[in-house]
T-cell receptor, first 114, second 114 residues
Framework: DTEVTQTPKHLVMGMTNKKSLKCEQH?????MYWYKQKAKKPPELMFV???????INESVPSRFSPECPNSSLLNLHLHALQPEDSALYLC?????????????FGPGTRLLVL | AQTVTQSQPEMSVQEAETVTLSCTYD???????LFWYKQPPSRQMILVIR??????QNATENRFSVNFQKAAKSFSLKISDSQLGDAAMYFC???????????FGDGTTLTVKP
């Protein structure tokens, strides 16, 4: 199974809402990533978890809060977002974060902030 | 900081023909990995091909091959016998060993004409 799943597929939220994005993989990967992608742009790294510990935070605003409850699951909690946060949010995983392993991407959650 | 440059925002190719997508990168490191990812209009990003910098031999994967010129810091992707399903945005990515994150180019949108 080389699949990364993400839920929900689409999400519309107001600026005062609290919502969460979920990502799951069952490949035994120990590194998991959150990316933000705007249309026709490359993915921008937000967070990297390695062995369930936050290893990289790319200076992401605190209205985005990641969580890694276990080695298979990655959440992104959203609160008080801005319209400019509307984007495709991609989750990815890899065997480790050394770079030699391929990242497997999920289909993404398309987020619209009104 | 590492940078990845894809100088062709858009390319088109006739079905069954060959096309080459260019990628250059800037790094002072000697140990790293290079990737080409494909993101079709459905938006799930998948790996096309990867190359270890320490390997002189160019990677190949069926109809996909790379021309890796380490001294020139060039990593182009050749797609032979192009198919309609090859239409997608292609991202070149650089990953320094043990750095935890990839640097992506801005992408090249490939159109395949029947």
């Amino acid at each position: 199974d080389t699949e990364v799943t993400q839920t929900p597929k689409h999400l519309v939220m107001g600026m005062t809402n609290k919502k969460s994005l979920k990502c799951e993989q069952h490949m035994g990967h120990r590194a998991m990533y959150w990316y933000k992608q705007k249309a026709k742009k490359p993915p921008e790294l937000m967070f990297v978890y390695s062995y369930e510990k936050l290893s990289i935070n790319e200076s992401v605003p605190s209205r985005f809060s990641p969580e890694c409850p276990n080695s298979s699951l990655l959440n992104l909690h959203l609160h008080a977002l801005q319209p400019e946060d509307s984007a495709l949010y991609l989750c990815a995983s890899s065997q480790s974060w050394t770079g030699r392993e391929t990242q497997y991407f999920g289909p993404g959650t398309r987020l619209l902030v009104l | 900081a590492q940078t990845v440059t894809q100088s062709q925002p858009e390319m088109s190719v006739q079905e069954a023909e060959t096309v080459t997508l260019s990628c250059t990168y800037d790094t002072s490191e000697s140990d790293y990995y290079l990737f080409w990812y494909k993101q079709p209009p459905s938006r799930q990003m998948i790996l096309v091909i990867r190359q270890e910098a320490y390997k002189q031999q160019n990677a190949t994967e069926n109809r996909f091959s790379v021309n890796f010129q380490k001294a020139a810091k060039s990593f182009s992707l050749k797609i032979s016998d192009s198919q309609l399903g090859d239409a997608a945005m292609y991202f070149c990515a650089y990953h320094r060993t043990n750095a935890g994150k990839s640097t992506f180019g801005d992408g090249t949108t490939l159109t395949v004409k029947p």
